[in-house]
């Protein structure tokens, strides 16, 4: 190469590198809305890169980008706008709202809506709704944010999330409504709540006939958050928190006066007292009765010869429950996410991590949780763009004691753990017994607790994998299609080794049931495949618009289950079946079934004032046989936007939106999903294995049960919806106001079949014909609007919910109207109790009361001696039917005795209140939420309730209980007079439901509140960051309602029978900041 070659190329090579240097600039400015308001959170991006940023607080933003080129502003609600910049000057730019955008755009089946364009009742929240609840379940969020979306949550064991319901009973079979995470059935509480971008609720037949079978009970749509093109972000966020119940922990521990209740309610109903304590014992225990620690004179243990042995004697004050269960318990969140793209491909990429501890305080119970979630979508060609959508699930639950930990455990420790008794011997062995009765303390609880040697995990794995493709075939048609492979799996196991305890000093013995070595586990595989393939149409002819969607969908499921126990095993801390030398056992199952259906919705609008819809669904499933397994569930919905009008325009500032709209459809139900081979077969008549308690050669004789009897004809349970709604918007949708009526009628509902002669010698095959009436209504009222305070502007939101529904039979097949059964005009939810005149005030009234309450008082009449009769605090029923006795008479409708309805277990007018605010980086937000009304009768096992008047030897007794009980000195007590199992056995006078103890088990609750400070841009700047928020939240801080106790949440009642036994819901307090680079 020659000098001047070279020379040349040195030239063009500095020239390239200063051109290099040349190429990017510092551009910054400000985004403002019309009235000069900052906008925060704009999408800054220089136009064919990814350089770019988002507006902080003040409307601010600054970045790298080349001289001369073209920078796009976007924001949500805004029009697009795209600016030159010369290289030099400052941006500052006016975005301007664009009515199309500012338009809310709803999810819904296969597609999106403008939400003005919606003539079915769907609702919907968005991510901003979303993010700042620090919560890792999402059905903790849902919770009375959207009306007619009823969740309960039974149990607060950690990782248990809430059951979801759509506007009531759509069965008496039950079921729950189908969730779609980004088009893929799935579970709503193994999702992230930082990944979700919207939820829509479809809740009338009109909105969810497209999914057909699934939909019966409603769909919920969740789609998960997407890349944005510009730079990559990356974004943090923790949460540390702290729990303790909801509910008082507040309870009787003194020993003397815990055994004096329980031994007065045991010895009135046996005869005997519980204890078996002696009168010495009595001194022993009312000496320390005031001890609030162990006095040195007078310790709570003492060593005693009984019948020639020397055993431990319980004389203590123990608190139990703070003994046995923390009063706090952490909890931490991590949350990160990373996202970045151009035009032709982007990326994101997120995960979580949640830890939580359990109550137990000895050997907690631990649950871990795990969320990965990737998602890249390639824009291959100008008409082709490929994605791909990826999470993975784990979960795992640890614990100690009773097999299945959480609810297992509470139940237990809630009897026969009296203050009195000792949780552990002087020497450190654990106490199980007291040789004066036959009870274990607590069932043994403590003792595996202690031990460590009784536990097990329940372990949660899912896959999630998605691959779609779309098509953008003209400007009219794009072609839609996705495979998606889901793999959900679990692993439980429990394993118990010997455990021992002690009653004599020196000498150990073994704790029933846990004096063998026994490993069990249990696996279950569900993989399922999911197929769909869908085209979209759109095209507008003046004033006519016009837009269509038709597809397949197919669903392919297999549920597989194995379970294998081995006794013996060589190690005690390997879990490993392969290591037992003793006893095996094992079983298992396999079953699967297939959907598939083709879909249509077609929608007309005359220029977006008269609107029409019209969706269908052809069903298939393989749960009926081959005459029964087609279904076609179509829906029709109209609506007028009256607002459209011309000559609305002089009150259009005032009042902005007036749309009212009507649907009517049908739906189908598959009968529930769950892992009962009659639930995927039905229409077969099966067959099964069991073991005779025969003996021959010694070993059980094995047989096969004779097949069920069938119904050739089983087919889909059907419904149809009728739904009345109007939308109303106020002051240019300042004010916002949404309402629905509705009229669900379900028909075919499987019930069993007419009653045959006993000699038929089988179990009556179920049959499609009972029927089902719901009808309720729901109501939303928003106000959104800003103002400036301080010259800053003040944000501010409230929002109002309410939602009610009543279910009635229409018929079924019970000809004599029994109560025990359903019946045609029962409302579901029904209560049929006793009246209660009053309690008796004397020996003498008692005895001369001429009506006979024998058949509801029969642990009195098994009672000895005097306390088989009537007495003074007893409870004096209302003779009602005038027959001079007290019954059901023949429990039927005609004739049900002295019982009437005195109140439904049905929640009425649920509600939710959010209000909200931002001002100065300040934001503060906060949720009430509750129930209007419903009834509760203590039933069954709801010791909480009734101490020992349901089980005499209780564990925790509300320390004021006794200012409850009946006594000559107390007649104006709440409770009668204190009889032992009262409230637990049947046919007993607080057992049966009366009207002086229902509960009124509404309440209103302060469900979350947040309190937060985002930096200023100025000092966020200095850090290189884009966002730093600080926040401080609470979740249940407190509650009111009704109900005579404060030991029991109403929020876990679930129907007449609830005990109260349960694992306890959770306040937290917890701080965590948020980051964004």
Not at 449 to 454: D, F, R, V, Y
């Amino acid at each position: 190469m020659n000098k001047l070659s070279k020379f040349k190329l040195f030239v063009w090579f500095l020239c390239s590198v200063f051109a290099a240097h040349a190429q990017d600039a510092t551009l910054s400015g400000v985004v403002t809305d019309v009235n000069n308001n900052p906008l925060i959170g704009v999408n800054v991006v220089q136009k064919g890169t990814a350089k770019g940023t988002i507006t902080n607080y003040d409307g601010e933003f600054s970045f790298q980008a080349a001289p001369h080129s073209t920078i796009v502003f976007t924001y949500i609600g805004f029009a697009k706008q795209e600016v030159a910049w010369d290289g030099s000057s400052r941006l500052n730019v006016t975005l301007h709202e664009d009515s199309e955008l500012l338009e809310e755009v709803v999810v819904v089946g296969y597609g999106t809506q403008r939400k003005v364009n919606l003539t079915g009742a769907v609702s919907q929240i968005s991510a901003s709704e979303l993010e700042d609840r620090p919560v890792a379940n999402m059905s903790q969020i849902l919770q009375g944010t959207i009306p007619n979306l009823n969740v309960h949550f039974s149990s607060g064991q950690p990782g248990v999330g809430g059951s979801l319901n759509i506007r009531g009973t759509t069965s008496i079979n039950g079921g729950g409504p189908l969730v779609l995470i980004d088009g893929v059935p799935g579970d709503i509480n193994r999702i992230n709540p930082y990944d979700v971008e919207s939820v829509s609720v479809l809740k009338d037949a009109s909105a969810s006939a497209i999914y057909g079978a699934r939909g019966a009970f409603g769909v919920i749509l969740v789609t998960t958050k997407s890349a944005k093109e510009g730079k990559m972000t990356i974004s943090y966020n923790n949460n540390f928190g702290w729990s303790s119940p909801t509910v008082s922990t507040d309870f009787l521990t003194n020993g003397y006066e815990h055994v004096k209740l329980n031994d007065e309610a045991f010895l009135r109903s046996t005869g005997n007292t519980y204890t078996r304590y002696s009168e010495e014992d009595y001194r022993e225990l009312e000496a320390r009765r005031y001890d609030k620690t162990e006095h040195p004179d007078r310790p709570w243990i003492v060593v005693k010869n009984v019948k020639g042995k020397d055993i431990y004697n319980y004389y203590g004050n123990y608190d139990w429950w703070n003994t046995i269960f923390t009063p706090s318990q952490a909890s931490q969140q991590h949350n990160i996410n990373l996202s970045g793209g151009n035009e032709k491909l982007n990326f994101m990429l997120s995960g979580s991590y949640y830890h939580k501890d359990g109550i137990m305080k000895i050997n907690t119970d631990k649950f871990n949780s795990y969320t990965l979630r990737s998602k890249i979508s390639a824009q291959l060609l100008p008409w082709l763009n490929v994605s791909n959508n990826t999470q993975y699930y784990y979960s795992g639950y640890k614990y100690q004691g009773r097999e299945g930990g959480g609810n297992s455990n509470f139940v237990n420790i809630t009897v026969h753990a009296l203050p009195a008794y000792a949780p552990v011997n002087p020497d450190g062995t654990p106490t199980y017994n007291t040789l004066k009765n036959n009870y274990s303390i607590g069932d043994g609880l403590y003792a595996l607790l202690l031990e460590g040697k009784a536990g097990g995990k329940n372990s949660i794995y899912e896959l999630v994998n998605t691959t779609s493709l779309k098509a953008k075939i003209n400007d009219n048609i794009s072609l839609f299609g996705d495979y998606s492979y889901t793999l959900y799996s679990t692993d439980n196991w429990y394993r118990t080794t010997v455990t021992r305890y002690s009653i004599e000093p020196g000498i150990l013995q073994e704790v029933p049931n846990y004096n063998s070595d026994q490993l069990k586990q249990t696996r279950t595989l569900k993989p399922m495949n999911v197929f769909n393939i869908y085209t979209n149409y759109n095209q507008s002819f003046s004033n006519h618009n016009v837009a269509a969607t038709a597809g397949i969908n197919y669903e392919y499921t297999k549920y597989s289950r194995l379970f294998g126990s081995r006794r013996n095993l060589l190690s005690e801390t390997l879990n490993d079946l392969n290591l037992g030398t003793g006893d095996q056992e094992t079983s298992g199952g396999s079953y699967e079934y297939t959907l598939f259906g083709a879909f249509f919705r077609a929608n007309y609008d005359y220029a977006g004032k008269y609107l029409f819809e019209m969706n269908g669904r052809y069903d298939g499933t393989s749960r009926f046989g081959s005459g029964s397994r087609y279904g076609f569930f179509p829906s029709f919905s109209v609506g007028y936007r009256i607002s459209e009008e011309s000559f609305w325009e002089p009150i259009k500032n005032i009042f902005t939106n007036m749309k009212i709209r009507a649907s009517y459809g049908t739906l189908g139900n598959q009968l529930p999903s769950n892992t009962n081979p009659s639930s995927f077969y039905p229409y077969i008549s099966l067959m099964s294995p069991s073991l005779s308690n025969w003996i021959t050669d010694g070993q059980k004789i094995q047989y096969i049960n004779s097949p069920r009897p069938i119904s050739p004809d089983l087919t889909w349970e059907k419904s149809t919806t009728t739904n009345l709604g109007i939308d109303l918007g106020f002051v240019n949708n300042k004010l916002n106001i949404s309402g629905d009526a509705y009229k669900r009628r379900t028909f075919d509902m499987l019930i069993p079949g007419k009653v045959l002669p006993a000699v038929f010698g089988a179990s009556v095959p179920t049959e499609n014909a009972g029927d089902l009436e719901t009808k309720g209504f729901e109501l939303s009222i928003s106000w959104r609007d800003q103002f400036h305070l301080m010259n800053k502007p003040f944000s501010y939101s409230a929002t109002f919910g309410l939602s009610d529904y009543v279910a009635k039979i229409t018929k079924y097949d019970n000809p004599t109207n029994l109560l025990s059964n359903y019946y045609v005009g029962q409302t579901l939810g029904e209560i049929w109790g006793y009246s209660i005149e009053g309690i008796f005030k004397s020996d003498e009234e008692a005895q001369s009361f001429d009506i006979d309450q024998s058949l509801i008082n029969r642990q009195r009449l098994n009672s000895p001696g005097v306390w088989s009769r009537l007495q003074a605090g007893d409870l004096k029923f209302k003779d009602l039917d005038g027959d001079k006795k007290i019954s059901p008479g023949k429990n039927t409708l005609d004739d049900p005795g002295d019982r009437r309805i005195i109140g439904n277990t049905t929640p009425r007018y649920r509600f939710g209140l959010n209000l909200g605010f931002n001002w100065n980086g300040i934001d503060f937000s906060t949720f009430i939420q509750g129930i209007g009304k419903r009834d509760w009768y203590p039933g069954n096992n709801a010791d909480k309730f009734w101490g020992p008047y349901s089980r005499p030897y209780y564990s925790f007794i509300p320390r004021n209980f006794e200012e409850d009980v009946w006594t000559p000195e107390n007649r104006d007590a709440y409770f009668p007079l204190l009889r032992g199992y009262t409230a637990l056995n049947a046919d007993n006078d607080l057992r049966e439901a009366n009207d002086r103890y229902i509960q009124n088990a509404g309440y209103i609750r302060l469900k979350n509140l947040i309190l937060g400070y985002s930096l200023p841009a100025s000092i966020t700047r200095k850090m290189n960051l884009e966002k730093f928020r600080i926040y401080v939240s609470g979740e249940n801080l407190g509650y009111y309602t009704p109900m005579h106790t404060k030991y029991i949440d109403p929020e876990q009642l679930d129907g007449d029978e609830t005990n109260g036994r349960t694992y306890p819901m959770s306040k937290v307090v917890s701080f965590g900041f948020d980051i964004t680079l």
